[in-house]
């Protein structure tokens, strides 16, 4: 039997679908009216969850085939209003985006990682280098799982570092905040951690695969010149205020990691490959191969060689990448005229860009606590974009940049239990109380919003490409 919150989310979801449909919206051609009632649906469903947020996007993508594309049932030539409806096969194409792709690369270098235990063997040598001192500990704890995070999801970092630290925790006094610190240390690093890199956590993908649809490209050596530098300071003041707010009593801990190199031929053949793909990536801007098509290399290679089978691909996170698939679909029709629609209900000018860039950060920072940090993103991005094309904030105003700052500030989300996966995954160490995870949590939002808006004013613009021109 539903719940009554989701029976309400259910309904909610219809009236929003039908009533911009049914009324006429001063404003709106048909088809935007049509899109925008779809975008109501999916942000009500997406927010209350009254279905898996996947499967939401799924609908998003039938019914903008069936109301939107040139095998409408809705549209005619009566009501077209010089709209043209693009081609079916343009939202179904969303589920092969480049982004999709390059996710789904990120995937299989997981995967393969976890199989042949290259994570657990790159965990132990660096925290080898951060030697046995408390504070050290607490500072390799959050590196590693930051790093990790950067390249494999962070639900799964989370997971697997949490049992590298319950050993740990088990040998430390009942009465010593160190164990709330070193706990803490895992969801903080898995959060931060996945901003570096575009496969890191899909609030990236979803930013890239929106400026994208926009003609412009970040490459993955250009977000990680973005991201690497505010993430490895966020990470160094995270490290400092977990030491202030659970002050150590020990000044000593004892780690052991049971790993050991696996040398069998898939096992060498997936460093090597795991290796390669990584360079490559963070490599692009000299040979030119886009970080897509690199992506493919792990997804033929670990097929063909039998490192990725038939049964590790069923443990994959597929709702992952439906949930972005969505995204970028519901972006598309976003651009028939409800964007603009929503922008133009709010004079923006009075705001001024940067404050603009600021309130957007704000409200995704707000959002993200409450929902999914994708959701948050996929509703927000597209806003921001289009706040920039259609010249509602001024011409100054850099949509490519606020963007970003909406992507950075979503995954700086990790107030409660329920804002990310690896703050839940934390909760189940039964160390941690909504309390500590709040305080902790509160320093991590505010350094990566300042700092988020500092480095987009005056450093950024560096390393983005230009506002296309318009026309």
């Known amino acids: 039997m539903q719940s009554p919150k989701k029976i309400i989310g259910m309904v909610l979801a219809v009236l929003g ?223 400092r205020a977990l030491l202030i707010i659970f002050p150590p009593q020990s000044k000593q801990l004892d780690l052991s990691i049971e790993s050991g190199w696996n040398t069998s031929p898939l096992a060498i053949a997936t460093y090597i490959i795991f290796g390669l793909t990584v360079l490559l990536w963070v490599t692009d801007k000299i040979h030119g191969i886009s970080s897509s098509i690199v992506a493919f290399l ?21 709702d992952v990448l439906w949930l972005m698939a969505g995204g970028l679909s519901l972006g598309i029709s976003m651009r028939y005229g409800p964007a603009e629609w929503l922008i133009g209900l709010v004079d923006w000018t009075m705001f001024g860009p940067v404050i603009v860039v600021c309130l957007l950060g704000f409200i995704g920072y707000i959002l993200s606590n409450l929902i999914s940090n994708t959701v948050a993103a996929t509703i927000l991005v597209p806003i921001a974009i289009t706040m920039g094309m259609s010249g509602a904030v001024g011409q100054t105003f850099n949509w490519i940049l606020a963007s970003i700052v909406v992507g950075m500030m979503v995954s700086f989300s990790m107030l409660l239990p329920i804002s990310t996966p690896p703050n839940a995954i934390a909760m189940s160490t039964g160390m941690i109380e909504t309390k500590h995870m709040t305080r902790i949590g509160v320093v991590v939002g505010v350094v990566g919003y300042l700092l988020s808006i500092l480095f987009g004013l005056f450093v950024w613009k560096h390393f983005i490409p230009p506002l296309p021109v318009a026309g």
């Open 298 to 318: 792990p997804i033929a290679s670990m097929s063909l060689l039998g490192i990725i089978t038939k049964g590790d691909l069923k443990t994959f996170s597929w």
């Open 17 to 239: 679908l039908l009533i911009p449909i049914l009324i006429d919206i001063n404003g709106l051609t048909y088809a935007g009216e049509i899109a925008l009632g779809i975008f109501f649906m999916a942000a009500i469903l997406w927010i209350s969850e009254a279905v898996p947020i996947w499967s939401t996007s799924l609908l998003v993508i039938f019914l903008q085939v069936l109301l939107l594309s040139n095998k409408s049932l809705l549209l005619n030539e009566g009501n077209l209003e010089g709209f043209a409806p693009p081609p079916y096969q343009t939202f179904y194409n969303s589920m092969a985006s480049t982004i999709i792709i390059l996710f789904l690369g990120g995937f299989y270098l997981a995967a393969a990682a976890v199989k042949y235990g290259l994570d657990k063997n790159l965990t132990r040598m660096m925290l080898k280098l951060f030697g046995t001192r408390s504070s050290n500990v607490v500072l390799g704890l959050l590196i590693s799982t930051a790093t990790l995070s950067a390249f494999m999801s962070n639900t799964a970092t989370a997971a697997m570092m949490i049992t590298v630290v319950l050993p740990i925790i088990a040998n430390l006094k009942a009465d010593d905040p160190l164990r709330i610190g070193v706990a803490m240390a895992i969801p903080c690093g898995a959060n931060i951690g996945g901003i570096a890199t575009p496969i890191g956590t899909p609030p990236n993908a979803v930013v890239l695969g929106a400026l994208a649809e926009q003609g412009v490209t970040i490459s993955f050596a250009q977000w990680m010149m973005i991201a690497v530098p505010i993430v490895v300071v966020v990470l160094f003041i995270t490290w």
